[in-house]
């Protein structure tokens, strides 16, 4: 079993950055892969990032490749979310995920569990 805590979300001019974490308790959090998603009112929850139990294989959707990074450090069970020159599109509530397999996956279907959310808004 695994919990799963985000932090670190607000309110952030365009072209500012935030980094998000994500708390993970449970001894399995170390192998197992993490993902990042968004959800923007009225629209579906998106992928944005995946990150192997190493950390050492990422895979990032096309709209935020080039300026957010995806990183782990299993010694304290937390991941992370460095957004850089974010933009008003960007804005929504952002989950991190958690998935038993060792394929990276985009589909939200293949997480097993998800943290709460954590809020994310750009003004411009």
């Known amino acids: 079993q695994v919990q799963l805590v985000e932090s670190g979300g607000g309110l952030v001019q365009a072209g500012g950055s935030l980094r998000l974490s994500c708390a993970a308790s449970g001894r399995t959090f170390s192998s197992a892969t993490m993902g990042w998603f968004r959800q923007a009112p009225g629209k579906e929850r998106e992928f944005v990032a995946a990150?192997?139990?190493?950390?050492?294989?990422?895979y990032y959707a096309d709209s935020v490749k080039g300026r957010f990074t995806i990183s782990r450090d299993n010694a304290k069970n937390t991941g992370y979310l460095q957004m850089n020159s974010l933009k008003p599109e960007d804005t929504a509530v952002y989950y991190c995920?958690?998935?038993?397999?060792?394929?990276?996956?985009?589909?939200?279907?293949?997480?097993?569990?998800w943290g709460q959310g954590t809020q994310v808004t750009v003004s411009s």
């Open positions: 990150i192997s139990w190493s950390g050492s294989s990422t």
């Open positions: 995920a958690a998935r038993r397999g060792i394929t990276l996956s985009i589909d939200r279907v293949n997480y097993d569990y």
